[in-house]
């Protein structure tokens, strides 16, 4: 059984910066793809970017340029790197691991507002 636990999310007026972290539990960590999803109110959640075991990188257009993905393995820990922030990206983010089976986090709030 895997857990995912995120953690970093918050308030932060417009333009500013946030990092999330997420901790896996388990072994398998390095051998999965991560990812990062988000969900806002009344919508439907999306990608928001991912990580392969081979750290190959993919992100939604609505973010390219502005956030960054990136895992560390020796600490089973995936991080979305979240800069200029928008009111749009105003959501819950998950973190999310695939590996045979997928996994998902309880999720992290982050709120843009001035």
């Known amino acids: 059984q895997v857990q995912l636990v995120e953690s970093g999310g918050g308030l932060v007026q417009p333009g500013g910066s946030l990092r999330l972290s997420c901790a896996a539990s388990?072994?398998?960590?390095?051998?999965?793809?991560m990812g990062w999803y988000r969900q806002a109110p009344g919508k439907q959640r999306e990608l928001v970017a991912t990580i392969s075991s081979t750290f190959s990188t993919n992100y939604a257009d609505s973010v390219k340029g502005r956030f960054t993905i990136s895992r560390e393995n020796a600490k089973n820990t995936v991080y979305l790197q979240m800069n200029s922030l928008k009111f749009e990206d105003t959501a819950v983010y998950y973190c999310h691991l695939r590996y045979s089976l997928a996994y998902w986090g309880q999720g992290t709030q982050v709120i843009v507002s001035s």
């Open positions: 388990g072994s398998i960590f390095r051998l999965a793809d």
